[in-house]
Structure formats: C-alpha cells, structure tokens
C-alpha cells in the first residue's frame, strides 16, 4: 500500500512473491485488497495487474506443485449451503472481538458507517460492510473451501484506514450512527456500543485526551471474553517440555518417534532435527495416507478434525509406520522397553517393528483383502503385503470375540465423569480391539476415552466433521486389570459394543530389512533375498517417487493401500529411491523466466521514474 501511495508499483512485484512464500493461502485474499486499494486511491487497477502477475509468475516454483498437491489429496470439509451464503450473518465474527478475525472493536464498526458520509471512501466503506455481513464473501476469498471469517483480517488496514480518516475529519452523522447501532445484538457488542459511544460523545466534545483512554477497551474486552482461548501453564509446559528434549537430544533416534502426551498439540512438533515423526496436521496431507490410519487399521479419531493424523498406541500404527521410539508418561506398552527418563517422561524403544523399507514374499491381493472385514482385516494386513495382483499367500485371521453387548446405552452427563470397569479375561500379552456406534442428540462434539486412548465425534457443523460414529479402540498394553472410562458432557447413546482379543505373538511378523547406505536420496541401500517378492516402503503414495533397483528404474505400485513399493527379483540389489515434485520443472523454468521479465520491468519502470 505504500509503494502505491509512493507510485512504485513495480516493486509491488517483489511484495506478491514474499506473500506467496509466506503463506499462499492468503495471497489472492491480500491480491484483492491490494486492487481495492489502488481503486479506491487512484480509480484504477490497470497499473497494478502487470506487477502482480509477475509476482505470481515469479513464485510459480511454489505454487505450482504445492496447487497440485492439494487438488490431489481431497479434504473432507463441512457442506456449503449456497442459499446460506446470502443470508446476512450480524454476529461481525470477522471484525469485532473475535481472536480469528480482525480483533478490533465496536468503533470499527461505526466507522465503515459513518465512511459512507465522505466520498473518498464511501464506496470502500460500503463494500466493507457487505463483506463482513455476508458470508459469500469469505467463501470466495477462502477458495470456496469454506466460509470462515478469518480470511477477513486481510480487510484490516482498510478499516483502520476508514477509522482514522473520519477521526481526521472529525464529522459525526447521527443517522449513520443509529443505523450502525441496529446492527449490534450481542451482548459483547452491546456493552462495546456502550463504550464507544461515550468515547464518541467525550472526543467530538475536543476532549482528544480520551482517545488514549479506549485504547483500554481492547485489553479489558479481550481479556474477559477470550479468557477461555488462554493456555494454562501445564498444557504449555507438556508441549514444549524441555525433559522430552533432553530424552530426543541424549539418544540415538534410528528410526521414526511418536509421542503419545497431548497427540492433539504435540503433531507437528519436534525436539530435534534427527527426530522423525509419522504423524501431521498439514493442508497438503495425503489422502491415501489417511484412509490407511483411520479407516484401515483404525487408529482413534481423536480431534474434531480428520485431517489431524495423531500418534496413538496402536500397535499396528506404531510397527507398520517403523516408529521405534516413544514418548511417554506410561511404560506399559507392548514390546516396548523404558532406555531413559526424565521428570515424568519416558523414552520407549522396540527394535522389532517394520524397517521404514523392506522385502516380502507374504503378499496379498487387494481384492482378496477388500472382502474382509474389521477387526479381521488388522492382523491380516499386518502379516501380509497388500498388492494390486494375484498371489497364493493366504492368510486366515487370529483376532477372536470375547464380548458382544447389543444393548443400548444413553448417556447423560451435566459433566465429565469417569468410570471404571473390571475386566473378567485374559489381557496379558494381547491386543484387545474394542468398537461401538455412536448418535449424538446435541450439537456439540462428545468424546469417549478409554486407557487414554480418545475418541471424538465432532459437533455437526464443525468446519471439517470427522463423521467418527463409529469408536474403535486398539490397545496393546503388556497387561490391563481394568478399563478406565472417560465420558465427556452431553446426551448421546452407545451401541452394538463388542471387544475382541488377539495373542502379540501374531504381529512377530520377519522381513527382510534393506541395510541403509549414505546418500543424499530420500533413500539408499543393500538387500539380498532368497526368491522374488516386493519391495516395501512406509512412504505414503505419491506421484513423483521414483525407485531404481541396479541403477534400473522400476513400475511403481501402491502396496499396503497407501504406501510406495514395488516387485523385486531374488538376488542381491542395491536400491534407490528418490522424489521429484510434479511440476517442479515446470514450475522452475517459469519462475526463472518471470525474474527476468520482471528484473527488467523493474529495472525500466524505476529509470522512467
């Protein structure tokens, strides 16, 4: 906006790019503002277009494969009701209060109303104002992926801007005032009329002084209607604990680490480079990757959000996934020995999970493994490779029923409460599946834990719904007396229970692990092998890997329903294996012909000037 002011669009070039690599979701949202602006100052835009779209083309490197990526790996989000998105939305969610939006307060409000009386920004108040109230607008500007009103803190400097130029002109319209009023219906925004309306009355009185004084009213809205968004120091504490650090940081992490306290906030977080996790929360997560988790091996849908991929304690996430360090409060995990503590934290280790790349010969046809059903397909997917082809590997599942309750259950909880519940068989050594349906008779989310290990079913226009009416539950202690029951507030009702058993011993699955070498590849190493089977990687499936076997590129194949493989020939290898984002090329040639283009631009706009 200053290179605007300043007549230096061609740099304005520079400020697209950095926008793009900062964050490209809300670069086309900042693109709009930036036309807006030089419309609403100058009355045209045709001088802005060429520096923005060489700023797009210069970051066309990210972009491009990003954008791919995405459109790839469909999201499961809320259904637009388009009807809906004409409807006037008076709660200013985006403007007022609200900490993801503009967070600013009443005043702004009277502000874009009392612009309508200048003709410099008149217009701009006006469509301000229908951006706030109608949700069409942040369903646009969020890529029609939703309507959330966070898009909308984009608007800020354009509604300080219309503040602060009325206060310069100081000129009150009563009309507009009245009619700003009408508008505000909550509480919140009612006491912030109130407020606003004495700093109005003191500041066109030329008391100028108590401005100063409504720079409070901020800080004393936020801090008791936002009270419930603060973190508490034990939440904080257990996300960046300085013990896990000092337990990643003082031991050898061969292989991949899942940390198992606060899966909802530690999914992203590392302590340390070396560290490798399996777990994220990303707009470009693979889709393969999650069906795999919560519909194949029935990790718990812990969060609101699917999307979310959390560590659990499932023993097929943990060895199929080649996680051989764990992080936890509790040392009572199948094949899993304490190597370290610190404070209340351990460090678990297991050396007989998957290898992150191996070979097999016990394969299955997908075909043959589609028919099976939950729990039965658990142990079977475990013991056997999933390939798209026919094989003679069969493979007859272990898992047993112990319990099948097909009685209702209606919970009613004014709070949380828990629960315990003794358990009459044998749990020693076993992985027991537990699994009920779920309704919800509110519209808030309920959450069932069982062991520590969460279930949620997300509220019914949650923005992304995990549609989780179905809780599954894998625990794999070395021992359990009792179930530990926690059952969230709510009216809901559990049923069809049922529990089944499964010995350990039937995940003691022995394959062939490929010897690692140094490379600068994703992955390089050494194999022999007595007959011919497939090569199989814990990398979920995407275009652009590529595998070598002997220097030979080799037919990829999606194995396991998610993950990179491919078949391999008795004998001994050497394998490669390496990633070439789709469309990087593409995505490099362009950028670099942008930056000369607009190298030059630049060059011969700011010598005219």
């Excluded at 900042?30 to 802005?48: G, P």
């Excluded at 217009?123 to 369903?139: A, E, G, R």
């Excluded at 094949?335 to 209340?344: A, F, L, P, T």
Aim: hydrophobic share 40%.
């Amino acid at each position: 906006m200053i290179l605007i002011d300043k007549n230096k669009r061609q740099w304005i070039s520079l400020c697209v790019v950095m926008a793009l690599f900062h964050n490209y979701f809300y670069t086309p949202g900042m693109i709009l503002i930036l036309l807006l602006y030089d419309y609403d100052q100058n009355h045209t835009i045709k001088d802005i277009l060429i520096p923005i779209l060489i700023g797009v083309g210069m970051a066309t490197i990210l972009w491009l494969p990003t954008g791919y990526l995405i459109l790839n790996n469909h999201k499961s989000v809320v259904q637009t009701n388009l009807f809906n998105l004409l409807i006037p939305n008076f709660t200013l969610k985006g403007l007022v209060y609200d900490s993801y939006g503009c967070g600013l307060t009443v005043i702004s409000w009277i502000a874009l109303f009392q612009g309508i009386q200048f003709e410099k920004t008149r217009k701009l108040s006006i469509l301000l104002i229908l951006m706030f109230v109608f949700p069409m607008f942040s369903y646009i500007l969020n890529g029609t992926l939703y309507a959330r009103t966070k898009i909308l803190v984009l608007c800020l400097p354009l509604v300080l801007m219309i503040l602060s130029y009325w206060l310069q002109e100081r000129k009150l319209n009563k009309g507009l005032l009245v009619l700003a009023s009408l508008f505000l219906c909550t509480k919140t925004m009612l006491l912030g009329l109130l407020i606003s309306l004495v700093f109005i009355g003191y500041y066109f009185m030329d008391k100028k002084e108590c401005l100063m004084m409504y720079a409070l009213v901020p800080m004393v809205v936020f801090t008791g209607f936002n009270y419930n968004q603060c973190i508490d120091l034990k939440l904080y504490n257990s996300m960046y604990s300085k013990d896990k650090q000092k337990l990643i940081q003082g031991n050898d992490l061969n292989q991949r680490t899942a940390d198992l306290d606060q899966v909802g906030y530690s999914v992203n977080r590392i302590y340390d480079p070396k560290e490798m996790k399996a777990s994220s929360y990303t707009s470009t997560s693979n889709s393969l990757y999650n069906t795999f988790i919560y519909d194949i091996i029935k990790s718990p849908i812990s969060q609101s959000n699917r999307t979310i991929i959390t560590d659990s304690e499932n023993y097929l996430y943990l060895s199929m996934m080649g996680i051989q360090n764990v992080l936890s409060k509790d040392s009572n995990l199948y094949g899993y020995k304490e190597v370290d503590s610190k404070g209340k934290y351990k460090l678990l280790k297991n050396k007989n999970v998957f290898p992150m790349i191996y070979v097999t010969s016990d394969t299955m046809s997908e075909s043959e493994f589609d028919k099976l059903f939950y729990p039965y397909n658990l142990d079977t997917i475990y013991n056997r490779t999933i390939v798209n082809g026919e094989t003679s590997n069969d493979y007859a599942s272990k898992m047993k029923l112990i319990k099948n309750l097909d009685q209702s259950i209606v919970i009613q909880n004014k709070r949380k409460i828990k629960k315990t519940i003794p358990i009459d068989f044998d749990t020693k050594n076993k992985l027991i599946c537990i699994d009920f349906d779920v309704k919800n008779y509110t519209d808030k989310k309920i959450s069932i834990s069982i062991n520590g290990m969460k279930n949620t079913l997300s509220k019914k226009h949650s923005v992304y719904p995990n549609g989780n009416k179905h809780f599954t539950y894998i625990l794999s202690k070395k021992e359990l007396k009792q179930f530990d029951v926690t059952l969230s507030k709510g009216k809901y009702k559990i049923s069809n229970i049922r529990v089944y058993t499964c010995d350990m011993n039937v995940f003691d699955r022995v394959v062939t692990k490929v010897k690692p070498l140094k490379t600068t590849s994703i992955f390089k190493g050494k194999v022999t092998i007595s007959k011919d089977g497939y090569l199989v990687t814990s990398y979920p499936y995407e275009k652009g890997y590529e595998i070598y076997i002997d220097g030979k590129k080799q037919n990829i194949e999606i194995v396991n329903k998610a993950f990179v493989g491919c078949k391999i020939k008795k004998g001994s290898h050497t394998i490669m294996i390496q990633f070439h984002a789709p469309f990087k090329n593409a995505g490099l040639g362009i950028s670099v012909l942008f930056i000369i283009i607009g190298g030059f631009w630049i060059w011969k706009k700011s010598k005219n000037l």
